[in-house]
């Protein structure tokens, strides 16, 4: 067997300005979660890292808006964004927070370290502010019509649809995304990080990254033909203070957001090994040319992680660069974006009131927005979660587990095996290989249905054989006709796990086994420098390797079965498009 690999899954941080909708969990979420687990069923070395980003102008506007402080603000929403993604059942090592002392610590070590090199210099330029509250408008939260191509919805730092950097000053009739109003600009003096010192670096690296999303490699290629210097401080008050002489002791002068969190992936490895007593554990991710990084996100972040954070590594030195960026595309609803302030969302914490978790993992896996934009709706909800979830594995699992549970109680011992037996446990043992190469490539939706292909033959299988009227006339064959749809399931149940983790785990005691193969995480406390008091979601997980055939031992006692899922009315569509102010 392959020597265990070290995996850093680094998830994009959720902004803490309120709570998560499932158009955010189906691009940072899910996917890496899934990846996680696959990657530990097979034996790998995981460590699945982020935590929510709580610095910046959103920040300050919503505590504003509410009349509280931003640390009171960020609180809220952290606890919030922890309790969801709990629910959802993402499976972090250290989820924890920007405001933490470790996080000022790396992100201040690392400032300095560029600013040492001569990679972060003074400069002047023309700062958007917000005529209301007096504060720095960061570029992103700028809005207006592109200069280049006239896209009437740039941002303030780049253009979405022709790709070309920007600047705020630049966009025709510019506005606040945060309030509408039209932003005042001013010069003022701020830090910038030479970003154009790494074009050279940057063109040959992501050149060479063909493994990476055609999107991603191609969207970066694009960025960097045009880099220019970029602006790290803004004019604000809440953040990382800057670590220079004359800058620190100014209330006025942060560390702009865009560089903190992306830090966050490392400050968190760090944290991580602290938390353990392992205080340099986080090197064996970080410092080891053979560990692999793959980062999760949202298309919307792809520069940052393709073009920013690798900068800041060639900057400063001696860290790994991501292997692979794995960006989705954008979940829309019922032909519409997502938008919060409209209401028209569908949060999280929400949805998980009235359906099950696996329920949306499994529709954000297999109609979700992997390689292009897709839409969320309640009809195909509910139709993939009748048909497939409880028509086509939640048959198969039930309807083997109840003739198997009430005619033997156990496995049964099987007869000799014929050779439509071995060929379909051939199949299906096949695909822990062809599962395993789409999973690895972070082609999921590609792996959700090659296994679903799988449990469609024991379907087609148990139709055939119709072991509930063999147990009449031949007992022995339907106990082997039984014993062998147990092995395919329980085989099927670890290709499953990574998607399905709730059930999945039920499923495996069902099957007799005492132990874990899906673990949760949970919220654990811990005590930071300073002695403060630090809530941390993340556990500590057992990494031996799983992802291999059913080995089920005849004569293992069977609990009694349940179903794994629940069949939705569709009459809910109206009553959901309706809840949500649809038509």
Not at 6 to 17: C, E, G, M, Q, R
Not at 171 to 185: A, C, D, H
Not at 375 to 390: G, I, K, Q, S
Not at 431 to 453: I, N
Request: charged share 25%; with cysteine.
């Amino acid at each position: 067997m392959a020597e265990p690999e070290k995996i850093l899954v680094a998830v994009a941080w959720p902004y803490a300005n309120g709570p998560r909708h499932i158009g955010h969990v189906a691009g940072y979420g899910v996917p890496s979660d899934v990846f996680a687990r696959f990657q530990r069923l097979r034996g790998n070395q995981v460590l699945m890292v982020s935590g929510t980003d709580e610095h910046g102008t959103p920040i300050t506007y919503g505590a504003d808006r509410e009349r509280i402080s931003p640390r009171e603000f960020a609180d809220r929403n952290n606890a919030i964004i922890v309790e969801d993604q709990l629910a959802l059942g993402l499976s972090y090592d250290c989820f924890t927070r920007t405001t933490t002392r470790n996080h000022y610590r790396v992100v201040q070590d690392l400032f300095k370290t560029l600013h040492d090199k001569g990679y972060i210099v003074e400069r002047t330029q023309l700062g958007a502010i917000s005529p209301s509250t007096g504060r720095t408008l960061p570029d992103r939260y700028i809005q207006g019509t592109c200069p280049i191509c006239g896209y009437p919805e740039a941002r303030g730092d780049q253009c979405d649809n022709c790709g070309n950097q920007l600047d705020p000053v630049d966009l025709i009739e510019p506005r606040s995304r945060i309030n509408g109003e039209v932003p005042v600009f001013r010069e003022t003096e701020q830090l910038f990080f030479e970003l154009p010192a790494f074009a050279e670096q940057l063109q040959d690296w992501i050149s060479r990254q063909t493994h990476w999303r055609p999107n991603v490699r191609a969207y970066s290629l694009n960025y960097i033909a045009e880099l220019k210097p970029r602006a790290i401080t803004r004019d604000l008050d809440w953040g990382v203070p800057v670590p220079l002489p004359g800058w620190g002791e100014r209330p006025d002068k942060r560390i702009y957001v865009w560089f903190d969190a992306v830090i966050g992936y490392l400050s968190a490895s760090i944290e991580w090994a602290r938390n353990r007593r392992m205080p340099e554990a986080w090197r064996e991710w970080w410092q080891d040319p053979a560990a692999r990084h793959f980062y999760f996100m949202g298309k919307d972040n792809i520069t940052f992680h393709t073009v920013m954070w690798p900068s800041i590594l060639f900057g400063v030195g001696g860290l790994d660069l991501p292997y692979d960026v794995v960006a989705s595309e954008f979940l829309n609803m019922e032909g519409r974006q997502f938008s919060t302030s409209r209401g028209h969302v569908i949060l999280v914490r929400d949805f998980l009131s009235r359906y099950d978790a696996d329920a949306l993992r499994y529709y954000l896996i297999a109609a979700g927005p992997e390689n292009q934009d897709s839409d969320f709706t309640w009809a195909e909800f509910v139709r993939r979660n009748n048909d497939e979830l409880v028509g086509t594995w939640g048959n198969l699992v039930h309807r083997t587990l109840v003739n198997a549970y009430r005619n033997f109680g156990a496995v049964p011992q099987p007869g000799e095996l014929t050779e439509r037996d071995t060929r379909l446990l051939s199949q299906v043992e096949a695909g822990f290989d062809s599962v395993a190469a789409l999973l690895g490539t972070a082609r999921f939706k590609a792996s959700l249905s090659e296994a679903m292909r799988l449990a469609a033959l024991v379907n087609q299988y148990l139709a055939e054989e119709q072991p509930w009227h063999q147990i009449k006339q031949d007992r022995e064959r339907a106990g082997t006709t039984l014993f062998v749809a147990l092995r395919a399931v329980d085989s099927l149940k670890v290709m499953m796990t990574p998607v399905l983790p709730f059930s999945s785990q039920r499923l495996h005691e069902m099957l007799g086994y005492r132990d874990v193969i899906a673990p949760q995480a949970e919220v654990r406390e811990y005590e930071e420098e300073g002695g403060d008091r630090h809530r941390v979601q993340g556990n500590e997980y057992d990494s031996s390797p799983r992802w291999f055939p059913s080995a089920l031992v005849p004569g293992t006692p069977l609990s009694e079965p349940r179903a794994l899922f629940k069949k939705i009315d569709p009459e809910v569509v109206e009553e959901e498009i309706r809840r949500m102010g649809g038509d």
